[in-house]
């Protein structure tokens, strides 16, 4: 006859007590929750999907234009021979010019690729701290940005031949922040101010995402050209797009907590009336747009002394729309 065996509990071994067996069970359905949650890049990817859509029906549309412009070249050289001339050559000239412009424009935009490039390689450099490699990484951001020989030459005086990379890492970061980051910043900070009071000043939805898409353009291009990045609409498309990847993968919480935590309290917004409050809301957002679209064109990571601060500028934007609120 089978008698049931006692369990064999270790002398060495405490029992749990009902308190942890509560938090036990407790950790356990928070990593359920977390295992659970969606991946906020999904966002990012149904950009992507958007854009290669666009992209499909960009070829579709340029090659019925072309074939349309090929017909209409052919049926006129058919009833004369200077008429297909004429055809052609009023087909041709804006067909070459759009070309080149488009040419140039995917070359501009590649620019940005290969500035991400060049961010990731340099923070490997840094943290390698093998000296002989500022050099030829200074090379690659030169025909990137040919406005960028400037600031190698002043780099190149002002720190001499005895230094090390790491330093003239640390001081092309300083530069960067002396000359692009302000002037680039300069205009965040008027483009958030402008969108914030024109969206709390607004009585329209629909008025409030013009003003928002058309200002983060505009924004964009001068962040580009602060950075030395030639102006191009294709270019400043392509850097929203990504800006906006970037900041849907990245999330709201993200957001509230890097931008509004530094600059206002939950006890602040309260206080805000709602027209006024999406109009502050929308600052953050291009704020976060303007911010973002800078560490897209920088050739150099920010570090921790040369990242912008927005807790002035939301206090003083804080203190205009409670005056007009």
């Known amino acids: ?60 549309v340029g090659g019925f234009v072309g074939l349309q412009a090929a017909m209409l070249v052919v049926g006129a050289g ?24 488009l040419w140039r424009a995917r070359r501009n935009m590649r620019r940005v690729e290969a500035l991400e490039g060049l961010r990731i390689e340099a923070g490997q450099l840094r943290v390698g701290a093998v000296d002989g490699v500022f050099g030829p990484w200074s090379e690659q951001v030169k025909r990137l940005l040919p406005s960028s020989s400037a600031w190698f030459n002043r780099l190149a005086q002002r720190t001499g031949a005895y230094a090390n990379d790491n330093e003239r890492f640390d001081y092309f970061d300083q530069l960067l922040a002396a000359q692009c980051d302000q002037q680039a910043q300069a205009a965040v900070v008027r483009a958030t101010r402008r969108t914030a009071l024109g969206v709390a000043a607004s009585p329209f939805l629909a008025l409030d995402l013009v003003l928002a898409v058309a200002g983060n353009l505009s924004l964009i291009g001068q962040v580009a050209r602060a950075y030395g990045l030639p102006p191009s ?21 993200e957001l509230g907590s890097e931008v509004a935590g530094q600059a206002l309290s939950h006890e602040v917004l309260a206080r805000l009336s709602g027209r006024v409050a999406q109009g502050f809301s929308a600052g953050l957002y291009t704020y976060r747009i303007g911010i973002t ?33």
């Open 233 to 253: 609409p294709f270019l400043e498309t392509r850097l929203l797009l990504q800006v906006y990847r970037q900041i849907a993968t990245m999330g709201a919480i």
């Open 78 to 101: 058919q009833l004369h021979w200077s008429l297909g001339l004429g055809a052609g050559l009023l087909v041709g000239i804006p067909g070459v010019w759009l070309i080149h412009k």
């Open 1 to 60: 006859m089978n008698r049931p065996t006692k369990t064999q509990t270790s002398p060495w071994l405490e029992p749990i007590s009902a308190a942890e067996q509560k938090q036990l069970a407790v950790a356990s359905t928070e990593v359920e929750d977390i295992e659970d949650t969606p991946d906020p890049g999904w966002a990012g990817n149904r950009l992507l999907a958007y854009s290669g859509i666009a992209k499909a029906a960009a070829w579709f």
């Open 293 to 325: 679209a800078m560490s897209l064109c920088r050739p150099l990571a920010f570090s921790e002394q040369t990242k912008p601060r927005p807790g002035r500028l939301f206090a003083d934007l804080f203190k205009k729309l409670e005056v007009e609120g």
